[in-house]
């Protein structure tokens, strides 16, 4: 009985090292910036979400053939594209015409010329996204940078300026539209309480958290035997299948909007969880330009990279959450 379970082990490692990214794959990256300008005088202004945004989806689109759209809410303003521009500013707002200038203060988006606000909700992102039709190989890729909100973890977009209501998507309805779609999905969410998104599942109690101690910043040695467990139990978690998340922060826990000491010259400029995101991705975080990496790329490899990046101290505020479907998901 030994002898064959060290078998099937091996077949398995073998099987996911030679696996390769299908030729005929397309990404679908959906990504939605809210900075909550002036809600009614209440909640706070998020500075660095559209910059989050700009950059995740410079670097992502370095994949392949990716079909873009962006949700931007932005002071006050609110666009829709599927192929955005965004440019580098300065603390006044002027343009720059290099984004790794030190007087670089965020990325900002530019409407084209006739271009009109689309006035988008929540609704409008969850129809987009509930239309997408993706093949089995493909990949959907949502990304969300703006407001969580407290009790819940629902995604909170487009305040008023009249209503003390808002617009928000709820970890139970979220789920229930993504995992209806086809193809292989990754959430990323950079957001307060963003861990009420992570379902229940071995994975997460594999990574040992000890929170607010030095210790949540590792990864559980249980992890690999956790994942094997929940590979083969197949069926308990055909819900979630083909799922990938990794959240900002634990469920109660909330997220940092920038870091002011980091090892980058521009990390203030980012929320502390894209920032190190970003940089696992590969995106060249000392001049704000995304880059070509070369070497393969899985969504644990990303989480990975997070936690062993994470300053330390700010683990005691936020820890990157991750949820995994069995087997690692290959993004390059």
Not at 173 to 182: P, Q, Y
Request: with cysteine.
């Amino acid at each position: 009985m030994k002898a064959i379970v060290i078998l099937l082990l091996s077949i398995i490692t073998l099987s996911c090292s030679i696996e390769r990214v299908p030729d005929q794959r397309t990404v679908y990256l959906v990504t939605v910036a809210d900075d909550f300008y002036n809600f009614n005088g209440n909640g706070r202004k998020l500075e660095n979400v559209v910059t989050d945004s700009a950059a995740i989806n410079m670097q992502l689109e370095t994949l392949g053939e990716v079909h873009t759209m962006c949700f931007i809410s932005e002071e006050g303003k609110r666009y829709t594209s599927s192929n955005p521009t965004f440019v580098p500013k300065d603390k006044n707002g002027n343009e720059l015409s290099d984004p790794s200038s030190p007087l670089f203060r965020r990325f900002s988006y530019k409407p084209k010329e006739g271009e009109e606000e689309s006035g988008w909700t929540v609704r409008d992102v969850m129809e987009y996204l509930g239309k997408i039709e993706a093949d089995e190989d493909d990949i959907i890729i949502f990304t969300y940078s703006g407001h969580g909100e407290k009790k819940s973890g629902a995604l909170m977009m487009n305040a008023s300026f009249s209503s003390y209501e808002w617009d928000s998507i709820s970890p139970e309805d979220f789920l229930d539209t993504i995992t209806s779609l086809g193809g292989k999905k990754l959430v990323v969410l950079d957001s307060c309480y963003s861990g009420q998104y992570i379902p229940d599942s071995e994975l997460i109690s594999a990574d040992k958290f000890a929170s607010g101690h030095k210790e949540d910043r590792w990864i559980g040695f249980d992890y690999p035997g956790a994942a094997l467990s929940t590979y083969t139990k197949g069926k308990k978690t055909e819900r979630i299948k083909d799922l990938w998340i990794i959240s900002a922060s634990g469920k109660g826990q909330e997220a940092s909007d920038n870091l002011s000491a980091g090892d980058g010259p521009f990390q203030e400029f980012y929320g502390a969880f894209t920032y190190y995101f970003l940089k696992a991705l590969g995106y060249d975080t000392d001049r704000n330009l995304p880059s070509g990496r070369d070497k393969r790329l899985t969504v644990f490899q990303i989480y990975s990279e997070i936690r062993s990046a994470f300053p330390e101290y700010e683990t005691q505020i936020q820890t990157p959450r991750t949820y995994l479907k069995g087997l690692d998901l290959i993004l390059r």
